[in-house]
């Protein structure tokens, strides 16, 4: 291993402490294990540079297509990298080590199938191949590699079945992937992270199976985290039973998520889908996702975000934040979600923020969301917490810009289908509604929206009827205005 190398491994495991916040036979068949590497040749599949429509063109935008979601995006979607003959040197765990009976820690194997092929010169694939279960503990796969990895995973990788095997010191997190640029983690394989027994933990409120109120996880462990990494492409791949957030992404760049399954129980605590942090150009497309809290999360740093064509549910729906917390600064702009489906969801679309902190969120734009029996569609919420404990502050976010248009379906009626309560000194502005239809699941009363310090208008007929909002800008725009980031 380098210098390099090791230092980045120092580096990593420093910040990874800082930061601490279906069933599969194992089978043993006969197989002639190849060489450690091999040469095969493969198309270049290296994440295409995307970058999500820019603020400017959200907002002038208008779209008035009331059809449920389709199956074909209607914004930009990457192109494949053309095809060619390019030769990739081949990494195939199983010659590393790996016995892959789902029992045996085959983490060594692993580790060195990455080391090697981050040092070939030669694009590189590592093969987890079908038809075997590796156990896997956690694990850093570091760069900067010498050139891009295919990481093809069409066998299964497992998680220790218990808290009490995982080491004390590599609780936070499972798979991490640092520097690893250019990268493609893809397959029809299944990544099993096994969190039940973490989710019983006492450590965070939660609801359990029975409807009762029991505790949930004390530092349990993101199942894939990557940091630092651009050009990274995340493809085809079923992942479960993460003991907290499935996928997380930090200080990312150009990054696509697509066609993947992430399931957890409605009851799990904390298991996000997809969050982003601090991360710009990132899509995520084409998606299925069910767990117990938010589908997807975008959290503070982040910068032209665009979810397309994602069925949610059951879970939180997609979110932006929270944000703002123990008065931090916070700051998000240019997200679009389009062509989404949620159901049976705590929130649909939603945006929350703590008092306290400062930042803004701008840019904003939902489209053409169809909503069956969500409990609260539309919300932002500016005075989010955890607890019956939090005091109130002076400041918050400005939260500013943002669109609904064509959200339709059916709503849970144990709340109002449209919630915009904005902080009491930073009102929200500029929030526009249009072709809004959102009918109660159950029952003939339709309720009535609440608004809290808004500004906006609703820009065509809505149900319910729209009226709370407040037209025009509130007389203390200027001094909001010094609180945005872009």
């Not at 008065?327 to 923020?353: E, P, W």
């Not at 400041?395 to 144990?414: A, E, H, P, Q, W």
């Not at 000194?425 to 959102?438: A, G, K, M, R």
């Not at 003939?444 to 809290?452: A, L, T």
Request: hydrophobic share 35%.
């Amino acid at each position: 291993m380098t210098l390099t190398r090791l230092t980045a491994l120092v580096v990593v495991v420093s910040l990874l402490f800082l930061c601490g916040t279906i069933d599969t036979e194992a089978r043993h068949p006969h197989r002639h294990h190849r060489s450690p590497k091999n040469m095969i040749s493969a198309p270049p599949t290296g994440a295409p540079l995307y970058s999500p429509p820019t603020a400017a063109s959200n907002a002038s935008s208008n779209s008035t297509n009331s059809s449920p979601p389709s199956s074909s995006p209607g914004a930009p979607i990457p192109t494949p990298a053309p095809t060619g003959a390019n030769s990739y040197s081949l990494f195939d765990v199983l010659a590393y080590g790996a016995v892959g009976n789902g029992v045996s820690d085959d983490t060594e194997a692993f580790k060195t199938a990455w080391d090697s092929a981050c040092q070939e010169m030669n694009p590189s694939m590592i093969s987890v191949p079908k038809g075997y279960s590796f156990l896997i503990k956690s694990t850093i796969f570091a760069g900067p590699c010498q050139n891009i990895i295919i990481f093809q995973v069409d066998g299964t990788i497992v998680a220790p079945s218990e808290p009490d095997l995982w080491p004390v010191n590599s609780r936070r997190n499972w798979l991490i992937f640092y520097k690893a640029d250019g990268l493609t983690l893809r397959g029809g394989g299944l990544i099993d992270g096994r969190g039940e027994k973490w989710w019983d933990l006492p450590c965070k409120p939660h609801k359990a199976k029975n409807g009762s109120a029991s505790r949930g996880p004390c530092d349990s462990p993101v199942a894939l985290r990557f940091f630092s990494s651009s050009n990274v492409t995340v493809d085809g791949l079923k992942v479960q039973d993460s003991p907290q957030f499935h996928f997380r992404f930090d200080q990312c760049r150009y990054v696509t998520v697509s066609s993947l399954q992430i399931r957890s129980p409605a009851f799990s605590p904390n298991t996000d889908g997809i969050h982003v942090e601090g991360s710009e150009n990132v899509l995520i497309h084409n998606s299925v996702i069910s767990n117990g809290d938010d589908c997807v999360s975008i959290g503070a740093g982040s910068l032209n975000i665009h979810i397309e064509n994602v069925t949610c549910g059951p879970g939180h729906g997609i979110s932006i934040g929270s944000l703002g917390k123990q008065n931090s600064r916070a700051c998000v702009a240019n997200v679009t979600v389009r062509n989404a489906v949620i159901r049976h969801s705590d929130n649909g679309v939603r945006i929350k923020t703590w008092q306290g902190g400062s930042g803004s969120v701008s840019a904003v734009t939902f489209d053409n969301i169809h909503m069956d029996t969500v409990r609260n569609p539309i919300i932002i919420d500016q005075y989010y917490c955890l607890s019956k404990s939090c005091q109130n502050q002076t400041s918050n976010l400005f939260v500013s810009g943002v669109s609904y248009r064509n959200i339709k379906g059916t709503y849970d009626v144990r709340n109002p289908p449209v919630h915009f309560g904005c902080s009491d000194s930073v009102p929200c502005t500029n929030i526009t509604v249009s072709e809004v239809e959102l009918l109660p699941a159950t029952g003939q009363i339709i309720s009535d929206p609440f608004c809290w310090n808004v500004y906006g208008m609703a820009q065509t007929m809505t149900i319910p009827p729209l009226l709370c909002l407040q037209e025009g800008l509130p007389r203390s725009i200027m001094d909001i205005d010094s609180n945005k980031c872009y």
